[in-house]
């Protein structure tokens, strides 16, 4: 993966060394055609700088079951400053500020240059398996989660089943061969459009014979 025109052309990039712009490009085609587990990647064609990610909540956790969007943003200083992480999806969690900000060591001081993107995604997936309340940018969640998981947990779970599930499945359509519902008024519907079978030849009405006086009479006239 090179960098296109307009990858080159954004603030961050334009400031990031062309040796640097190559290898990020590289990580970034691995990330997408390897991911981590439960994690998928959409490189951003215009900013190689600004990378989307979704993450599968971990089983066992109250985000099992939804699909958090997140991104990370490398600014002019990557790879000697860390990137910056801010999930998109709403999400209820010690470590995760009003505006989607990710609080973690790894992007802080933790971070070094050779440790690389996969690593980052990693912790921040673990981070949803093990939050740290120490370092809470959600103060309410950590208390939550120091002196009542449970409600942390209904907590954590009411906000996944809002804003990290995806729309509801269609309504499955009924079964052939089930019979037609009645009309309003309780009535049998009108049958369907269609050749009408023909009645049994012994079903059919005998034409009424005429009556003999009448022919005698008709005789007579002649």
């Given at each position: 993966?090179?960098?296109?025109?307009?990858a080159w052309?954004?603030?961050?990039?334009?400031?990031?060394?062309?040796?640097?712009?190559?290898?990020?490009?590289r990580?970034?085609s691995?990330?997408?055609?390897?991911p981590?587990?439960g994690?998928?990647v959409f490189p951003n064609?215009?900013?190689v700088?600004?990378?989307?990610?979704?993450?599968?909540?971990?089983?066992?956790?109250p985000?099992?079951?939804?699909l958090?969007?997140?991104?990370?943003?490398?600014g002019?200083?990557?790879p000697?400053a860390p990137?910056k992480?801010f999930f998109?999806t709403?999400i209820f969690?010690?470590?995760?500020?009003?505006?989607?900000?990710?609080?973690?060591?790894?992007?802080?001081?933790d971070?070094?240059?050779?440790l690389g993107l996969?690593?980052?995604?990693?912790t921040i997936k673990?981070?949803?398996i093990?939050?740290?309340?120490?370092s809470?940018l959600?103060?309410?969640?950590?208390r939550?989660?120091?002196e009542?998981f449970?409600?942390?947990?209904a907590?954590a779970?009411?906000?996944t089943?809002?804003?990290?599930?995806?729309?509801?499945p269609?309504?499955p359509?009924p079964?052939r061969?089930d019979?037609?519902a009645?009309?309003?008024?309780?009535a049998a519907?009108?049958?369907?459009?269609?050749?009408v079978?023909k009645?049994h030849a012994g079903?059919?009405k005998?034409?009424?014979k005429k009556k003999?006086g009448?022919?005698?009479?008709?005789?007579?006239r002649?």
């Amino acid at each position: 993966m090179e960098p296109r025109g307009g990858a080159w052309q954004t603030p961050n990039a334009e400031n990031l060394p062309p040796q640097t712009l190559r290898l990020l490009c590289r990580e970034v085609s691995l990330l997408s055609a390897d991911p981590p587990d439960g994690i998928k990647v959409f490189p951003n064609d215009e900013d190689v700088t600004d990378l989307q990610v979704a993450i599968e909540g971990p089983e066992g956790t109250p985000y099992a079951g939804g699909l958090f969007r997140m991104k990370l943003v490398l600014g002019k200083d990557f790879p000697a400053a860390p990137p910056k992480g801010f999930f998109l999806t709403k999400i209820f969690h010690p470590n995760v500020g009003p505006s989607g900000e990710i609080c973690v060591n790894v992007l802080k001081r933790d971070w070094r240059a050779e440790l690389g993107l996969r690593h980052v995604l990693l912790t921040i997936k673990c981070l949803l398996i093990q939050p740290n309340p120490e370092s809470a940018l959600n103060e309410e969640a950590a208390r939550l989660l120091l002196e009542d998981f449970e409600r942390f947990a209904a907590r954590a779970r009411l906000l996944t089943d809002i804003h990290a599930r995806g729309p509801p499945p269609a309504a499955p359509s009924p079964p052939r061969g089930d019979p037609p519902a009645p009309g309003p008024s309780g009535a049998a519907p009108a049958p369907p459009d269609g050749p009408v079978p023909k009645k049994h030849a012994g079903d059919r009405k005998a034409p009424p014979k005429k009556k003999t006086g009448d022919k005698k009479r008709a005789l007579r006239r002649l």
